[in-house]
């Protein structure tokens, strides 16, 4: 009986040690984290997945917080689509068309005075992006060869998602074989904008996004393969992106 004991508690030994070596051997040959990509968190609780491009670190999805970051909403407007021309410093943000559902989309739509507030809009660690910021994306996907066809400076087909644009018959711009774009992980999606007396314009065939600067504004387009860059008024609601500090 001793005997059979004996042998009964070498082979549980022996099995433990081939669970626990084959544990170690998986853990070994796990696939390694993708180091251009991650996620991050804003004080909502909504989660975005991020990019790295050249040297940057980018949300790859438009921000759609209704707070700032110490927890005071962001304001919108009692009506979609007030008309809010009047206020000097509007500080606001909407879905498109006052549509909760397109803010799962597009993300969330916000005035210039609201993303360059000091309580901050972008999550910790994260902000609004310069124009030397825009710039500096730019070159790089000019400069190592994201334009259309592999050179110039048509970088739009590689900053745009590959779905939800409208077509276009056009080679080289965002709306033809959207298949082929995204080639950046950008993903750029056409959330339109809304203009100050409340009217929301585009959804579908272009994407705005505010700089920290003046009033400065990117734009893409779904019939174009080069970016827009532009001033407009403040109390425009354009989508943000934001960059890693």
């Given at each position: ?6 042998i ?5 030994l ?18 390694p984290?993708d ?7 804003d ?55 006052g ?5 799962t989309v ?21 902000r ?22 592999g050179s ?5 087909k ?16 965002i ?9 950046s992980?950008?993903?750029a ?8 007396n ?6 579908g065939s ?5 700089s ?5 504004y ?10 827009t ?8 609601g ?6 890693k500090?």
């Amino acid at each position: 009986m001793k005997a059979k004991a004996l042998i009964y508690e070498l082979l549980i030994l022996f099995m433990l040690t081939v669970s626990f070596t084959a544990c170690k051997k998986d853990e070994i040959n796990e696939e390694p984290s993708d180091p251009n990509a991650g996620t991050v968190q804003d004080v909502d609780g909504n989660s975005y997945n991020t990019v790295k491009i050249g040297d940057q670190w980018w949300m790859s999805a438009n921000l759609k917080t209704t707070a700032f970051n110490n927890g005071d909403p962001i304001a919108t407007t009692a009506s979609a689509g007030l008309d809010i021309t009047g206020e000097s410093e509007p500080k606001y943000q909407w879905s498109y068309s006052g549509d909760p559902y397109w803010a799962t989309v597009y993300g969330r739509l916000y005035t210039w005075y609201a993303i360059t507030d000091s309580r901050g809009v972008c999550p910790d660690g994260w902000r609004i992006p310069t124009e030397a910021d825009w710039t500096t994306l730019f070159d790089f996907l000019t400069n190592n060869g994201f334009g259309y066809e592999g050179s110039g400076s048509d970088i739009a087909k590689s900053m745009a998602a590959t779905t939800l644009w409208s077509a276009s018959a056009v080679p080289g711009t965002i709306g033809n074989d959207m298949a082929t774009n995204n080639s950046s992980g950008f993903t750029a999606l056409p959330g339109g904008f809304r203009v100050g007396n409340g009217a929301f314009n585009n959804a579908g065939s272009q994407g705005l996004w505010w700089s920290s600067g003046n009033g400065t504004y990117k734009a893409l387009w779904n019939s174009s393969g080069e970016i827009t860059q532009s001033a407009t008024n403040k109390n425009v609601g354009a989508s943000v992106r934001c960059i890693k500090n």
